[in-house]
């Protein structure tokens, strides 16, 4: 049995030109750009054996479509699973004995301003290739949409504890740390026990 040699050798990806690197060099030989350290292992990895070349899957791809994927998940709840819910428990909540009503503008209102900082991350990338201001914008877009949906989520909150202090004469506590926490998954689970301790 023959021993097979098999070399390793790390390359980088230029970004200017897409072309592969040798790891130690600074400067990409083609267009002179200059490369970025990274830490550990760099972002692919050729190994050598009997002079075929096997290029090996990046691990960078696979967490860029990681995020990629939690990305879509977050905003699907966000923009979709929450307001569904909102909306569609409204009539019945506005319907319970509390001063409180639950209305249609925060909705109406994030979803405006979800379609703004889309419009302006957008812009950044396509008008001066700003990624991070762009992901910055975006982040923070997301965090105050989610703030108008814990406001609501506490709003419900109280308009259920002041339907069932009217009717059942005694303390109904909702928390609201769980409240911000799970949200409306957290509200329908109280709501459900309370209906039926009735």
């Not at 301003?113 to 396509?126: D, K, M, S, T």
């Not at 004469?169 to 926490?181: A, D, F, Q, R």
Request: net charge positive.
């Amino acid at each position: 049995m023959s021993k097979t040699n098999t070399k390793v050798e790390y390359f980088r990806s230029c970004v200017e030109c897409h072309k592969e690197i040798d790891a130690e060099s600074e400067f990409c030989p083609f267009c002179g750009a200059v490369l970025m350290r990274s830490s550990g292992k760099d972002i692919s990895i050729k190994t050598k054996d009997k002079g075929n070349e096997k290029p090996v899957k990046m691990t960078v791809w696979l967490m860029v479509g990681g995020l990629l994927m939690l990305a879509f998940i977050i905003r699907v709840y966000l923009f979709l699973v929450l307001p569904l819910w909102f909306l569609g428990q409204r009539k019945y909540l506005n319907k319970l004995h509390s001063k409180q009503k639950i209305s249609t503008y925060p909705f109406v209102g994030a979803y405006l301003i979800f379609i703004l900082v889309e419009f302006i991350a957008h812009y950044l990338v396509i008008k001066y290739s700003d990624y991070g201001t762009s992901l910055l914008v975006l982040i923070s877009g997301l965090l105050f949409i989610h703030s108008i949906f814990i406001y609501q989520s506490l709003k419900i909150k109280n308009v259920l504890v002041e339907h069932f202090k009217d009717y059942q004469k005694k303390g109904v506590k909702i928390s609201n740390l769980w409240t911000i926490l799970f949200g409306f998954l957290y509200l329908q689970l109280e709501v459900n026990k309370l209906f039926y301790d009735e």
